[in-house]
T-cell receptor, first 114, second 116 residues
Framework: AQSVTQLDSQVPVFEEAPVELRCNYS??????LFWYVQYPNQGLQLLLK??????LVKGINGFEAEFNKSQTSFHLRKPSVHISDTAEYFC????????????FGTGTSLTVIP | GAVVSQHPSRVICKSGTSVKIECRSL??????MFWYRQFPKQSLMLMAT?????????EQGVEKDKFLINHASLTLSTLTVTSAHPEDSSFYIC????????????FGPGTRLTVL
């Protein structure tokens, strides 16, 4: 079985400061990893994904994430946040070749303070 | 590319009525579409997986007779909430997996259902 843990439910950070949103997962098989962002009253937008290859993945809006197999983590980072980054962020895992079953974390609410 | 739309974006209905929500992949064909439900300040809960031309697979605890799913074509899936009650009020989000694509789901903008 797979599970995803996002340890921080809320993360306040000042504008132009760096941020890290944590994601740990549990799985008995290899998984694909994703980060999605959700703005208020909207659906989810893909930020980045790790399928294979380089463990450092760069996404949209200046975000990046690093896959760490030994620590079963996929933390999301941005060196300098903007007000527009205020949103809900979801980490998700998907075992390959399973019909694309996704398992989502509970989300982290990022609030950027002016 | 890879745009998914949902219609309507917001619906208010009376208790006991049925509501249909459409999910369309606009610029790609989707072998599989997924329906999620999201409560305020919570994560997405998978309700069902629908494959074109076959019956949907429902997650444990989801009433298939209440949440009817039809996936009539490679670009359209519908979710009908039958005999809706106030507890069915929620944010419903669909996603689609591209034919021959990688294991990435593309999400619609969601439908806010309010049952009075």
């Amino acid at each position: 079985a797979q599970s995803v843990t996002q340890l921080d439910s809320q993360v306040p950070v000042f504008e132009e400061a760096p941020v890290e949103l944590r994601c740990n997962y549990s799985s008995s098989v290899s998984v694909y990893l994703f980060w999605y962002v959700q703005y208020p009253n909207q659906g989810l937008q893909l930020l980045l994904k790790y399928l294979s290859g380089s463990t450092l993945v760069k996404g949209i809006n200046g975000f990046e994430a690093e896959f760490n197999k030994s620590q079963t983590s996929f933390h999301l980072r941005k060196p300098s946040v903007h007000i527009s980054d205020t949103a809900e962020y979801f980490c998700a895992v998907s075992p390959p070749n399973t019909g694309n079953q996704f398992y989502f974390g509970t989300g982290t609410s990022l609030t950027v303070i002016p | 590319g890879a745009v998914v739309s949902q219609h309507p974006s917001r619906v208010i209905c009376k208790s006991g009525t049925s509501v249909k929500i459409e999910c369309r992949s606009l610029d790609f064909q989707a072998t599989t579409m997924f329906w999620y439900r999201q409560f305020p300040k919570q994560s997405l809960m998978l309700m069902a997986t629908s494959n074109e031309g076959s019956k949907a697979t429902y997650e444990q605890g989801v009433e298939k007779d209440k949440f009817l799913i039809n996936h009539a074509s490679l670009t359209l899936s519908t979710l009908t909430v039958t005999s809706a009650h106030p507890e069915d009020s929620s944010f419903y989000i669909c996603s689609a997996r591209m034919v021959g694509g990688t294991d990435t789901q593309y999400f619609g903008p969601g439908t806010r259902l309010t049952v009075l």
